[in-house]
């Protein structure tokens, strides 16, 4: 992690960057039960308010191809 960091990293960005024909779209993977970290949250906001991209937490591999299907990228 230290080396991510030293990288670049930032913590709380989502674990996939998807890019779709005319927008970027962010995924954030979670286990069942588990919640964003208000990290997280915040990095949410941005993306989504800022920058004007779509951002989604995905709990499966299903949830993931049902959200690129919605976007429209599947």
């Excluded at 990290?39 to 690129?68: F, N, P």
Aim: aromatic share 10%; charged share 25%.
């Amino acid at each position: 992690m230290a080396s991510l960091k030293k990288d670049g990293l930032c913590v709380g960005f989502p674990d996939l960057i998807v890019f779709g024909p005319d927008k970027v779209g962010f995924i954030e993977i979670k286990v069942e039960g588990e919640k964003q970290t208000e990290t997280q949250k915040h990095v949410e906001g941005w993306l989504t308010t800022w920058a004007g991209q779509r951002y989604v937490v995905c709990r499966s591999v299903a949830d993931v191809d049902a959200t690129l299907t919605q976007w429209g990228w599947a």
